[in-house]
Nanobody, 127 residues
Framework: QLQLVESGGGLVEPGGSLRLSCAAS????????IGWFRQAPGKEREGVSS????????KYADSVKGRFTISRHNAKNTVYLQMNSLKPEDTAVYYC????????????????????WGQGTQVTVSS
């Protein structure tokens, strides 16, 4: 079954940057969309960004628009989340998730639309 492994988290100062990676393996179809979600201590998990299986459509939460960029490298079966101008409120565990789909141009940051989840990577923004 499809497995996801996140990496790239760490400690960064406010205003800094990190790039998260989500590596996929064990998939039975190359048509799957990927979403990034995060959960801060004491808060519910929220959608951050997503990318369609074609890579042609992306979505972002309002809180990260203009600062985060999602992309996918299909040959490497990897999706990236470039995070710039990081703020303390970006501190959270970041998860990637996947959904097989025939709708190659559609994507969503609704977590209920995803079936497979990684274990998460911690991002801490602090001085």
């Amino acid at each position: 079954q499809l497995q996801l492994v996140e990496s790239g988290g760490g400690l960064v100062e406010p205003g800094g940057s990190l790039r998260l990676s989500c590596a996929a393996s064990g998939f039975t179809s190359d048509s799957y969309r990927i979403g990034w979600f995060r959960q801060a201590p004491g808060k519910e998990r929220e959608g951050v960004s997503s990318i369609s299986s074609s890579g042609g459509s992306t979505k972002y939460a309002d809180s990260v628009k203009g600062r985060f960029t999602i992309s996918r490298h299909n040959a490497k079966n990897t999706v990236y989340l470039q995070m710039n101008s990081l703020k303390p409120e970006d501190t959270a565990v970041y998860y990637c998730a996947a959904k097989y789909t025939n709708s190659r141009g559609y994507t969503t940051i609704n977590e209920g639309d995803y079936d497979y989840w990684g274990q998460g990577t911690q991002v801490t923004v602090s001085s």
